[in-house]
């Protein structure tokens, strides 16, 4: 009260030498009035109390400072940024929040980092970004408004893909980790099923490429090829994304048809790995001469006598 009291003596005492002297103007009263010199933002507004304060009552604070500041206009007229989104800001004064005529080097923001909301912003935070630090995203001397709010404008140098992929992480991404994914494969050329469908984006794709991938089976899977290549690559005419042991190759096409113990032996009972088509004969004694209780003695005929379903069982 004191220090107010004093300054308006000292308003007072200039106002009678001016008079006195015959030099009072507008523009010399409004310096005796102004409480202290402005921010160094708006040093060359200073002598011109209009650009700011309305002296004759029919503007805003807010009208007058959105000439200048355009871009928090913007947002005041299309409820977006946090001046947009404010509750009655529009009708505030600019001043309830800036702090000005504290010196040229004051703070004409008093801003409490604990209790602002951030869903009044373009950015509201979620999962893991609530968690982050305020400095993780704005930078020490930058305005709050300038933080990029794009994925890539914070995680470019955590991008495995290398740009590839183009800018819309949250295509595949989401907020909680890196490493969760909802890519739909199925929009590919290649569509996951089976033991495909768990498998880690890194098992095919080396080195986070996901243009170069290959679709075909023995690209990913030639060190497992028992057949070694033998039979081509067009491994799905026998095999399934189900697993490598389940076969649905039909061998009646062979000429051999499996029936009875047959039908329930492993392909490489017969089939040596890496010769699925190297076999001595398809006679009985080719694959059962070891067994022939008989010494050989009956011949190499041992349908004549024995079936498919057991050695035991006999129709001679």
């Known amino acids: 009260m004191r220090r107010l009291c004093s300054h308006f003596a000292t308003v007072l005492l200039a106002l009678l030498t001016l008079g006195l002297s015959g030099e009072v103007t507008a523009a010399s009263l409004e310096r005796l009035v102004m409480p202290g010199p402005v921010s160094q933002a708006h040093a060359e507004l200073e002598d011109d109390c209009g650009s700011c304060h309305s002296t004759t009552g029919d503007q805003t604070q807010v009208s007058l400072c959105v000439v200048c500041h355009t871009e928090v206009g ?47 912003t373009d950015f509201p935070l979620q999962w893991a970004h609530s968690l982050a630090s305020c400095e993780a995203c ?16 914070c995680h470019a ?12 992480c949250a295509e595949c991404h989401t907020q909680r980790t890196w ?13 996951l099923s089976g033991k495909h469908t768990p498998l880690a984006c890194a098992a095919c794709h080396l080195a986070n490429r996901f243009d ?25 005419q026998c095999h399934s994304t189900d697993g490598w042991t389940g076969s649905r190759f039909d061998h009646a096409t062979t000429g051999f048809i499996l029936t009875g113990e047959h039908d329930r ?43 498919t379903s057991s050695w035991i069982e006999t129709r001679f």
């Open 157 to 168: 140098v955590d991008d495995p893909h290398e740009g590839n992929l183009g800018a819309q």
């Open 179 to 191: 490493e969760q994914s909802h890519f739909d494969h199925a929009t590919t050329a290649f569509p």
């Open 212 to 236: 170069v991938a290959q679709s075909d089976c023995a690209s990913c899977h030639q060190q497992d090829d028992v057949h070694n290549g033998s039979l081509g690559s067009d491994c799905q």
């Open 265 to 307: 032996l492993a392909c490489a009972s017969c089939h040596q790995a890496g010769e699925p088509k190297s076999l001595s004969g398809s006679t009985c004694q080719s694959c059962h001469d070891k067994d022939d209780v008989h010494g050989g003695n009956n011949g190499s005929a041992c349908a004549s006598c024995h079936v």
């Open 74 to 120: 913007a947002d005041l007229s299309a409820g977006t940024g946090l001046h947009g989104r404010l509750p009655e800001v529009a009708d505030s004064q600019c001043q309830i929040c800036h702090a000005e005529h504290e010196g040229r080097n004051a703070e004409t923001l008093e801003f409490d980092w604990t209790s602002f909301d951030h869903n009044l």
């Open 138 to 153: 704005h930078a020490p001397g930058e305005r709050f408004s300038e933080a990029p709010g794009t994925c890539v404008g």
